[in-house]
């Protein structure tokens, strides 16, 4: 059976103490809602139910997760935020360490993530070069995500393989409660505490989040500490102007357990290898992010988004050196948006521009027990790029639009040696990636999808400098041309997201370990394709039930066909890309009592596990992991919640890293993270 027939058929203290007459401000306690965020929102910050009209207006794949979806868990990574979202692969490593790919973006990226740009109210979190840290991001911060796979994230500017998420945290205005406390903790030593608080005035409002982290961890070596404060001020200048400022800073402390054989990982899954205990491999950051943004309500239906940011991060890094690096970051954004007619027809425009530069002081040390040695690199690290984009939606009927989109992209990387100046290097980089596409709603029913879209990334740091190549690698950019269609609706018990998607690449950007002493490689392969299914499903199978009449039984499915394989390459021939299982499947059933209480149980099913290689030698093991979680309201604005994962203790890989060839002689096969073992967790909530 051919791959298309498959395809075919698997169908902010400072700022908040300094708000002007804070006393006087309050929330009304008597106009809370049941899901954080779905209370009116403002200019800067839309409320959920917005947000979710301007997504469902994208002829493509998308998703809008509110944080009810993980209110009653112990939420503490992007698996946990995202778990069920058709089309986004996230795989616990350790601790808030995800591999995270959409459509196959960043598959054989051993370490961080690539690939997807990552927001935070619309701010890059990732550096210049595209590079990013996720784990200073709390899902306890998030009010909503939005999800844009692949082209569909032009709306940020964004045109790559994986597309874009997007935070949206809490503000005065949008906060269930004016004040909350919430604790939680369980097994591996674990413990979280958070605190909010919010006012809003007819001008002002203001919200801020204090939160910490601690865990022994489940496997050696993976124990963190982590202290995160968020928040934000906005002021109404005018009846048409308002300005939001942002501050968050994170301290994170995290060891590192890396990866082991698949005898280690079934069967001592809480070791972690000698040299990483015994050089203290870990990953500590500190952080703090400034932002602004600002609406003008123009005439009509315009609005004018402008806005800057400053990011400046501390890396202290100890693995097989220790990678010691300071960065700075800064940009800065404008959009517009406008609904009028051409003609006759509806049409609704957004343009865009966005800039931002970044220096990165990146310097590298023997690691001796987890402390500096000899100096062994010293660099200096710039980044730019710019994107001018835009996005044009005319409705050549009420229920029938077409979407045509633009963006282009200039980039430049520069690097300074400060040990040997000859090893001096710079690259630059240019695309122009288009968007068409159309979509279909009649009288508020399903809606139908199709578009065509181009991406093209250029390499971050990481993948231009390889030890011991003295300067950049010649690499090349990585292109995609990426066609999908789907539908997404609700008919009776039934609600869908579905979606086909097929991408063409070249230069795609792969890694695969080499040896202990180099962790990857990284290499432009020739051709390569990526298509696949992204589908979910829920089906309410019962409703009306108990004395309240707001009982019911929900079935949620979600299943996703990762088809990913070279193109006749010289090498490879066909075969299947590493790093990806071929399918996944998430389900969970859910008793509930409208929001009274709930009590469900869970399963990840992997049928078999990844490619460890592109020879396709070598495979992980399938697995199937179970969890059962309840949330109950106690009394008005106090709720609790306790959830046991892996309840049978299923031993299993959660995720791997990639090679060129298991069987070659000498293959290094330590490449395995050990999923995590049986756990218990509980917490409380208050709000008030």
């Known amino acids: 059976m051919s791959r298309s027939i498959l395809l075919a058929g698997a169908c902010l203290p400072a700022l908040c103490l300094s708000l002007p007459a804070a006393a006087e401000m309050s929330i009304d306690a008597g106009s809370a809602v049941e899901v954080v965020g779905l209370r009116s929102g403002s200019p800067t910050a839309p409320s959920v139910e917005e947000a979710r009209q301007q997504i469902e207006k994208t002829p493509g794949g998308v998703a809008l997760v509110t944080a009810e979806a993980f209110r009653d868990r112990y939420a503490l990574n992007f698996k946990d935020m995202l778990a069920n979202t058709p089309g986004v692969f996230a795989q616990q490593r350790f601790a808030e360490e995800v591999r995270i790919s959409i459509r196959g973006s960043g598959l054989s990226r051993g370490f961080h993530m690539r690939g997807i740009q990552l927001l935070i109210d619309g701010v890059p979190v990732n550096l210049a070069d595209g590079s990013t840290d996720f784990q200073e991001i709390d899902p306890r911060q998030a009010r909503y995500v939005e999800v844009f796979k692949g082209g569909n994230a032009l709306r940020y500017g964004a045109a790559s393989l994986g597309g874009a998420i997007n935070v949206a945290t809490p503000t005065g205005r949008t906060v269930n409660s004016p004040y909350s406390l919430s604790v939680d903790g369980g097994s591996f030593g674990t413990l979280r505490l958070a605190a909010t608080g919010a006012a809003a005035g007819p001008d002002v409002d203001g919200f801020i989040s204090i939160n910490g982290i601690r865990s022994d961890g489940y496997r050696e070596q993976s124990a963190q500490q982590t202290a995160r404060l968020a928040g934000n001020v906005g002021i109404k200048l005018t009846e048409g102007i308002e300005t939001r400022f942002y501050l968050s800073a994170n301290h994170i402390q995290q060891e590192v357990p890396g990866t082991v054989s698949l005898s280690s990982a079934l069967d001592s899954p809480r070791l972690a290898p000698a040299v990483n205990n ?105 980044a730019k790029q710019a994107e001018a984009y835009l996005e044009s939606r005319t409705y050549l009927r009420p229920e029938l639009a077409l979407v045509a989109g633009l963006q282009v992209m200039g980039a430049r990387r520069e690097l300074d040696n400060n040990i040997n100046p000859a090893m001096d290097a710079q690259k630059s980089f240019n695309a122009i990636n288009p968007k068409l596409g159309v979509l279909y709603q009649a009288d ?77 490689s990284t290499f432009n392969a020739d051709k390569t394709i990526h298509q696949g299914v992204e589908a979910g499903l829920d089906v309410a199978l019962a409703s009306g039930l108990f004395a309240s009449g707001q009982g019911s039984v929900v079935l949620s499915q979600v299943y996703m066909l990762n088809d990913f394989f070279f193109d006749g390459d010289a090498q490879y021939g066909n075969r299947d890309l590493a790093g990806a299982p071929r399918h996944l499947y998430q389900g969970s059933l859910t008793l509930k009592d409208g929001d009274s209480w709930h009590i469900g149980a869970s399963v990840e099913w992997v049928p078999d596990g990844a490619w460890i290689d592109y020879a396709n030698s070598l495979r992980a093991p399938g697995y199937d992991v179970w969890s059962i979680n309840a949330g109950l309201t106690l009394a008005p604005g106090l709720r609790a919640y306790a959830e046991m994962r892996n309840i049978f203790k299923e031993r299993y890989v959660s995720s791997v890293s990639t090679l060129a060839n298991a069987a070659a002689p000498g293959a290094n096969l330590n490449v395995y993270y050990p999923g995590e073992g049986r756990s218990l967790y509980a917490g409380l909530k208050a709000e008030f």
């Open 278 to 382: 015994q050089n203290d491999y870990s990953r500590d950051i500190n952080s703090i992010r400034l932002s602004n943004r600002t609406s003008f309500q123009l005439d009509g239906d315009a609005q004018l988004d402008v806005g800057g940011y400053l990011n400046v991060k501390s890396l202290f890094h100890p693995i097989f050196q220790v990678i010691d690096q300071d960065s700075q970051d800064a940009g800065a954004y404008l959009r517009y948006t406008d609904t009028g007619r051409i003609g006759t027809l509806r049409h609704e425009l957004v343009l865009g521009l966005q800039g931002r530069y970044g220096h990165v002081d990146a310097l590298q040390y023997v690691n001796v027990r987890g402390s500096r040695g000899a100096r062994t690199a010293d660099v200096d690290q710039y």
């Open 444 to 520: 508020g029913g399903p809606q139908f999808y199709a578009n065509v879209s181009r991406s093209e990334e250029p390499p971050t740091f990481s993948e231009l400098v390889q030890a011991p190549v003295p300067q950049f690698v010649p690499l090349g950019a990585q292109k995609a041309w990426t066609a999908e269609a789907g539908t997404r609706g609700t008919a009776g018990a039934f609600t869908w997201d579905i979606g086909l998607y097929r991408s063409w690449l070249r230069g795609e950007y792969l890694q695969f370990t080499t040896n202990p002493d180099i962790p990857a």
